[in-house]
């Protein structure tokens, strides 16, 4: 048997045993449907109190402004159509980037269909948007402002606290993505000045179809699902227990040594993409070192077809993500590395190794070898 190196993390992340343990609980034992009157279900109500609590401490707001959600892309949903909604009447324009997640460009592609204008900032050829341009395309109708934190791609980390310094006071929303932040930047909504913000559990050791919405007290933002008026009238379905017991869990032992986490990964990053530009021909796409967050790496193997590197590292046991996607059974090249400058062969060469948690320098100095041999 190969060894298996996973160098993945962006996709998703192992859920921790802890976080696991701490979830189970509320599967079999308290079962209790948070709504009911009797006080056996008063442990799934506690629970759901207590990990909104929780996160709440760690992100710096208050327990009510933290909504429970199905994950990133429903966050991203809500964010964006429940906000262009309630504020139409006061313009129809919004304003997001060339490089976000497809959960926003989607759902921002929807609304454009539905009567909004939608304009795309351009960035620079790390990834990054201007505040300048951003206030040039600022107009009277303009209602909602989405940016994400840091892309998934090539882990540019975008000026939130500025551009949410700049926005505040003009009666614009503010929404980031900052699905991808989580775990790499530390993320205090007090000094970010953003109205919403999307997070999803299974980006950060938590599990699968549980995320957060933020949603600063006053935001005037309309429902996404309708139902039973859970957590307020706000976002109807019987809570997801045990998930929201396990992202908060997932939170907290993130935080807890947040800082030396972030610069154990950013040492293997370093000695990855150096390494890595040591390869005839390799090139990294997106920002230099500080700018870029902790676990990820995105290189141009210039002429190489990305997928078949992708086929030969995982027969060497790796798992990496291509800078292409597969969309309606053409390879199309991602739109990220497109926006900042990369030519179409140039992105179909691109691979993104993203480490995490439990990946080591042996693992990095592994998956370095094994690039020697493939491109050799
Ligand atoms: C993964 C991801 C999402 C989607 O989150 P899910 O929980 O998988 O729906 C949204 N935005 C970004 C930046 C992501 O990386």
Same mark, same amino acid.
């Given at each position: ?18 976080v696991?343990?701490?979830m ?30 929780t ?16 994950g ?31 959960a ?11 009567g ?45 606290s500025e551009?949410g ?21 530390k993320?205090?909504?007090?000094k ?8 999803s ?11 957060v ?13 309708f ?9 109807s379905? &019987?809570?997801?227990?045990?998930? /929201?017991?396990? *992202?908060? #869990?997932?939170? %907290? $032992? =993130?935080?807890?040594?947040?800082e030396?986490?972030?610069e154990r ?6 000695l ?7 390869i005839?021909g ?11 967050l ?6 141009c193997?210039?002429?190489?077809d990305?997928?078949?590197l ?18 309606a ?22 691979i993104?190794f993203t480490?995490?948690?439990? &990946?080591?320098?042996?693992?990095? /100095?592994?998956? *370095?070898? #094994?690039?020697? %041999? $493939? =491109?050799?």
């Amino acid at each position: 048997m190969n060894k298996q190196i996973y160098m993945d993390y962006s996709a998703t992340t192992p859920v921790l045993k802890e976080v696991i343990e701490e979830m189970l609980p509320y599967f079999n034992t308290y079962y209790g449907n948070p709504s009911s009157v009797y006080s056996f279900s008063m442990e799934s109500k506690m629970a759901i109190d207590k990990s909104r609590n929780t996160i709440a401490k760690i992100f710096n707001c208050k327990e009510e402004e933290i909504f429970f959600t199905s994950g990133g892309t429903e966050s991203d949903n809500w964010a964006l159509v429940g906000s262009a909604m309630a504020n139409k009447d006061k313009g129809k324009h919004i304003i997001t980037t060339e490089i976000e997640h497809h959960a926003i460009l989607e759902t921002a592609d929807y609304l454009k269909r539905e009567g909004f204008e939608i304009t795309y900032l351009p960035v620079d050829s790390e990834g990054r948007i201007s505040l300048e341009q951003l206030k040039k395309y600022i107009r009277k109708d303009t209602i909602l402002v989405s940016i994400m934190t840091a892309n998934n791609e090539i882990g540019t980390i975008e000026p939130i606290s500025e551009i949410g310094e700049f926005l505040k006071d003009k009666g614009i929303l503010f929404h980031t993505d900052a699905v991808q932040a989580v775990g790499h930047i530390k993320l205090d909504l007090n000094k970010m000045n953003v109205d919403l913000m999307s997070i999803s559990a299974h980006k950060f050791y938590g599990p699968k179809g549980i995320g957060v919405l933020y949603i600063r007290k006053g935001t005037k933002i309309n429902n996404l699902i309708f139902g039973g008026q859970q957590q307020r009238g706000r976002r109807s379905g &019987t809570e997801n227990v045990p998930g /929201i017991v396990g *992202i908060a #869990k997932a939170l %907290e $032992i =993130l935080n807890a040594d947040l800082e030396t986490e972030i610069e154990r990964q950013e040492k293997l990053r370093n000695l990855f993409i150096k390494e890595a530009l040591k390869i005839n021909g390799v090139k990294l796409n997106g920002p230099s070192n500080e700018k870029r967050l902790s676990n990820n790496i995105n290189l141009c193997f210039n002429g190489k077809d990305g997928e078949g590197l992708l086929v030969r590292l995982d027969m060497e046991g790796i798992c990496a993500s291509a800078g292409s996607a597969c969309s309606a059974g053409a390879i199309e090249p991602s739109h990220v590395l497109r926006a900042i400058g990369l030519l179409e062969d140039e992105a179909k060469s691109s691979i993104r190794f993203t480490i995490g948690k439990f &990946t080591t320098e042996e693992d990095v /100095i592994y998956t *370095i070898k #094994k690039l020697y %041999e $493939i =491109l050799k």
